[in-house]
């Protein structure tokens, strides 16, 4: 916070605005030399940064953090893995499914579907983890308990074009614009056959995509369609991220899917991320690793505050399950990101 000066008293000053436009500069009282400095973002970044290097120490996976609104990346670990290495993202996928299912109007806000826990098409492998519901699930409620029966049974709504086209629409298979020629572009092949289908829709097999991709498609739901270019602050100078794509879809479908996201922290499988007194919206995933070893990658995304986002970022573990692993990691993340900004969790 800025010092105040006395109106009465005459001050020779220069003052200039940091990168984010705040006030900073030296005023000249007599003998007296009063310093006010705007805190630089940068500080708060590095003390990030920080943060996460230490966080991560002796995990495997990735984490990138942004600001959804302007495209600006606030800490990152191992780039490499969020740009260039492309796994399957499980049921953090389950966003693109319920876009397709909104927007081509194969499901109302009304329909509801009892989970029966086992999908007919796939089997026990992919039987729902989620707590027993009694009552029948609403696609909101569907995707904050990530419910495979619901979304398996409801692929076979979409044809396997549509689906493959709104994974392209919310861009997966292209590389993550702007970030050199190591960037990937993932893997989206979507079966003909139902069970193909589904597993594709569950973000499973056929489907492979990087961290910077999976953080794109997300945070459209918090900007309601605006994806900017990630680009990464440099200091004495604010550059602000191009718009990369715009997507269009009803306000309808942006309502559903922010509840359904919010639900998710709230009640469903990305408790783990919650932050008291703030609103986070997020999705969990967990994919078997295509080692067919048994062993599952884990996943978080999200963004905060619901009703004006500033914070989005994935959490990815090569080892673990959303629910458990990969969302309280990101909740660390955020209630750290909150207590910087003075906002105590």
């Not at 973002?41 to 996460?52: G, I, V």
């Not at 009803?250 to 922010?258: A, M, S, W, Y």
């Not at 978080?300 to 970022?313: H, M, N, Q, S, T």
């Given at each position: 916070m800025e010092p105040r000066v006395c109106a009465s008293t005459r001050a020779l000053a220069h003052v200039s605005r940091d990168m984010r436009g705040r006030r900073s500069g030296v005023a000249v009282l007599g003998t007296v030399v009063l310093?006010?400095?705007?805190?630089?973002?940068?500080?708060?970044?590095?003390?990030?940064?920080?943060?996460?290097?230490?966080?991560?120490?002796?995990?495997?996976?990735?984490?990138?953090?942004?600001?959804?609104?302007?495209?600006?990346?606030?800490?990152?670990?191992?780039?490499?893995?969020?740009?260039?290495?492309?796994?399957?993202?499980?049921?953090?996928?389950?966003?693109?499914?319920?876009?397709?299912?909104?927007?081509?109007?194969?499901?109302?806000?009304?329909?509801?579907?009892h989970c029966r826990r086992v999908p007919e098409l796939l089997g026990e492998p992919y039987h729902c983890s989620h707590p027993f519901v009694a009552s029948p699930f609403d696609l909101s409620l569907a995707l904050a308990h990530s419910c495979n029966y619901f979304f398996a049974a409801l692929s076979v709504r979409l044809p396997s074009p549509t689906l493959a086209h709104w994974y392209a629409v919310l861009g997966f298979g292209t590389a993550v614009g702007g970030w050199g020629a190591g960037a990937n572009p993932g893997r989206v092949r979507i079966p003909e056959d139902a069970a193909g289908k589904a597993r594709a829709a569950l973000g499973e097999a056929t489907v492979l995509v990087t961290p910077a991709q999976m953080l794109l498609a997300h945070s459209a739901i918090a900007t309601r369609g605006r994806v900017l270019r990630l680009w990464?602050?440099?200091?004495?100078?604010?550059?602000?991220?191009?718009?990369?794509?715009?997507?269009?879809?009803?306000?309808?479908?942006?309502?559903?899917?922010?509840?359904?996201?919010?639900?998710?922290?709230?009640s469903g499988t990305g408790q783990g991320a919650a932050v008291e007194g703030v609103r986070v919206a997020g999705k969990t995933g967990t994919a078997a690793a295509l080692t067919r070893s048994g062993?599952?990658?884990?996943?978080?995304?999200?963004?905060?505050?619901?009703?004006?986002?500033?914070?989005?970022?994935?959490?990815?573990?090569?080892?673990?399950?959303?629910?458990?692993?990969?969302?309280?990691?990101?909740?660390?993340?955020?209630?750290?990101?909150?207590?910087?900004?003075?906002?105590?969790?």
């Open positions: 310093v006010f400095l705007a805190a630089p973002s940068l500080q708060a970044q590095e003390n990030l940064q920080r943060f996460l290097n230490a966080l991560m120490r002796g995990r495997h996976g990735a984490v990138i953090v942004t600001n959804p609104g302007t495209g600006e990346i606030r800490a990152v670990w191992n780039s490499k893995a969020v740009f260039e290495l492309a796994f399957p993202p499980g049921s953090a996928a389950k966003l693109v499914e319920s876009v397709a299912l909104l927007e081509e109007r194969k499901i109302s806000a009304t329909d509801r579907i990464t602050p440099r200091r004495g100078r604010r550059k602000g991220g191009p718009l990369l794509r715009e997507i269009e879809l009803r306000p309808q479908t942006f309502d559903i899917l922010k509840a359904g996201l919010e639900e998710c922290v709230r062993t599952t990658h884990a996943w978080f995304v999200g963004y905060a505050p619901v009703e004006r986002p500033d914070i989005a970022l994935v959490a990815f573990l090569e080892r673990g399950t959303g629910a458990r692993d990969a969302a309280p990691l990101a909740g660390r993340i955020l209630r750290h990101h909150f207590l910087l900004k003075g906002r105590k969790p």
